[in-house]
């Protein structure tokens, strides 16, 4: 949204699932990449879209915005998601935890819980979680919300 601000520079964040080479454009670029019918265009109104909708959601449903549920979403990152639709996880516990905003037993107490019930797969450090295991905590995050 810096784009439409009066500041002379801006700042983004972008999170690439394949090898990529980077560029940087203006503030006048962005702006005509907008205004021009590309997937540019399709591709951040998508991305603000879900933030916004992601972000009202957390305000109206998870005022406490939960340990349970931020994992649930740290799983679910587009980087860790692999080419098959499988998340590999294979982040140190420590920072996983900071991440989180958590200390680590509550970390290793709800991946323990997630274990137990199946909706993710520990093999030594590596987290693992199947397309099944993600539509699972899709679900459990629906009926949070019903």
Same mark, same amino acid.
């Given at each position: 949204? /810096?784009?439409?601000? /009066?500041?002379q &520079? ?5 999170t690439?699932?394949? /090898?990529?080479s980077? !560029? %940087?454009? @203006? ?10 019918k590309?997937? &540019?265009?399709?591709y ?7 933030? *916004?909708?992601?972000t009202? =959601?957390?305000?109206?449903? *998870?005022?406490? !915005?939960?340990?349970? !549920?931020k994992? $649930?979403?740290?799983?679910? #990152?587009?980087r860790f %998601? ?10 140190? %516990? ?6 989180? @905003?958590? #200390?680590? =037993?509550?970390? *290793? =107490?709800?991946? +323990?819980? *997630? =274990?137990? %019930?199946?909706?993710?797969?520990? +093999?030594?450090?590596? $987290?693992?979680? #199947? +397309? $099944? ?9 629906e /009926?949070?919300?019903t």
């Amino acid at each position: 949204m /810096d784009i439409y601000s /009066d500041h002379q &520079f801006q700042c983004y964040t972008v999170t690439a699932l394949t /090898d990529c080479s980077g !560029y %940087r454009l @203006g503030k006048r670029w962005c702006l005509l990449l907008l205004k021009t019918k590309c997937l &540019f265009q399709e591709y951040l109104i998508n991305q603000w879209a879900e933030m *916004f909708y992601v972000t009202s =959601r957390n305000a109206c449903r *998870f005022p406490n !915005y939960s340990t349970k !549920y931020k994992l $649930i979403e740290y799983l679910r #990152s587009p980087r860790f %998601r692999q080419e098959d639709g499988t998340h590999i996880i294979r982040e140190n %516990r420590d920072l996983m935890a900071i991440s989180l @905003g958590c #200390s680590r =037993r509550t970390l *290793f =107490r709800l991946l +323990k819980e *997630f =274990r137990e %019930r199946n909706v993710i797969t520990l +093999k030594e450090s590596v $987290i693992c979680l #199947s +397309k $099944i295991q993600e539509k699972q905590l899709l679900e459990e995050i629906e /009926d949070w919300m019903t």
